[in-house]
T-cell receptor
Framework: DAGVTQSPTHLIKTRGQQVTLRCSPK?????VSWYQQALGQGPQFIFQ???????QRGNFPDRFSGHQFPNYSSELNVNALLLGDSALYLC????????????FGSGTRLTVV | QKEVEQNSGPLSVPEGAIASLNCTYS??????FFWYRQYSGKSPELIMS????GDKEDGRFTAQLNKASQYVSLLIRDSQPSDSATYLC??????????FGQGTELSVKP
């Protein structure tokens, strides 16, 4: 049973560049959420996708955008990268409202230099 | 006020002792609550979920929920060095928005 798959695992980008991170949810899950986790902090909610639409969004600027495909996989795009965007980006999948929990992928470590 | 708050760590307990981790949340309408364990450099792993007031036990772990006080806790009995990790409290704020606390680092000393 494949869990949540994220790619790439590590990424180094230069300030001002754009980045795309990818996520495949756990089998049977149709909802994907993205989180940013800075060192020493809890994960911060970026947004959630369900039925190919952004259902909820956290306090992140419009530079952060996403997409969900018909097969439930998802992408996170960040434009005009800042040094402060350096973090672990986590994808979590769940069934609809996530009442019974979320499964996390192993994350993408993004470093902006 | 933060949406989900955890007691600041680090928390250090001797091997075999009980570790107690606490969490408060702001949204009275929240219906589901989770504890995740995160080892350094790894992603969060779900260890407990709780939905009703009272206690829920799973092996050495007991989750406690008091909706009137907006309080969730996690007890780890017979703590082992392998339990050393950061423990994250997470609350489903409705519509699937899962909000995390800042985490409590637990260190179990042999």
């Amino acid at each position: 049973d494949a869990g949540v798959t994220q790619s790439p695992t590590h990424l180094i980008k230069t300030r001002g560049q754009q980045v795309t991170l990818r996520c495949s949810p756990k089998s049977g899950h149709d909802t994907v959420s993205w989180y940013q986790q800075a060192l020493g902090q809890g994960p911060q909610f970026i947004f959630q996708y369900y039925e190919e639409e952004e259902r909820q969004r956290g306090n992140f600027p419009d530079r952060f955008s996403g997409h969900q495909f018909p097969n439930y996989s998802s992408e996170l795009n960040v434009n005009a990268l800042l040094l402060g965007d350096s973090a672990l980006y986590l994808c979590a999948s769940s069934a609809q409202t996530g009442h019974y929990g979320y499964t996390f992928g192993s994350g993408t470590r993004l470093t902006v230099v | 006020q933060k949406e989900v708050e955890q007691n600041s760590g680090p928390l250090s307990v001797p091997e075999g002792a009980i570790a107690s981790l606490n969490c408060t949340y702001s949204d009275r309408g929240s219906q589901s609550f989770f504890w995740y364990r995160q080892y350094s450099g790894k992603s969060p792993e779900l260890i407990m979920s709780i939905y009703s007031n009272g206690d829920k036990e799973d092996g050495r772990f007991t989750a406690q929920l008091n909706k009137a006080s907006q309080y969730v806790s996690l007890l780890i009995r017979d703590s082992q060095p392998s339990d050393s990790a950061t423990y994250l409290c997470a609350v489903n704020m409705g519509g699937g928005k899962l909000i995390f606390g800042q985490g409590t680092e637990l260190s179990v000393k042999p």
